[in-house]
């Protein structure tokens, strides 16, 4: 089975920076893309950003050029720097792996989500 934990969030003012991780373990055969996704209260869950397996990413209009996603293949990790945070990024954020588990001889793919990881920002 594939776990992720997450960690890093917490409470900043506005302006400040945070760094979030996601470390995957178990029985990994590979880890194809490694996302972050965030909730606001009352809102829907909306992607923060995406990194493939290559190195490519895809980061949202509304935090592009503040937040870089970034991964360490060798240690199964995403990383999250967010900077220059504001209070409208205040939300629930949510790890996401997409990855194929190794079972003996099979293989089989999933998703898995984190735990979720708090941030608050203050103005």
């Known amino acids: 089975q594939v776990q992720l934990v997450e960690s890093g969030g917490g409470l900043v003012q506005a302006g400040g920076s945070l760094r979030l991780s996601c470390a995957a373990s178990?029985?990994?055969?590979?880890?194809?893309?490694m996302g972050w996704y965030r909730q606001a209260p009352g809102k829907q869950r909306e992607l923060v950003a995406i990194?493939?397996?290559?190195?490519?990413?895809n980061t949202a209009d509304s935090v592009k050029g503040r937040f870089t996603i970034s991964r360490d293949n060798a240690k199964n990790t995403v990383f999250l720097q967010m900077n220059s945070l504001a209070p409208e990024d205040t939300a629930v954020y949510y790890c996401n792996v997409a990855a194929v588990a190794e079972e003996g001889l099979r293989y089989r793919s999933l998703e898995v989500w984190g735990q979720g990881t708090l941030v608050t920002v203050s103005s």
């Open positions: 990194i493939a397996s290559g190195g490519s990413t």
């Open positions: 178990g029985s990994i055969f590979r880890i194809n893309t």
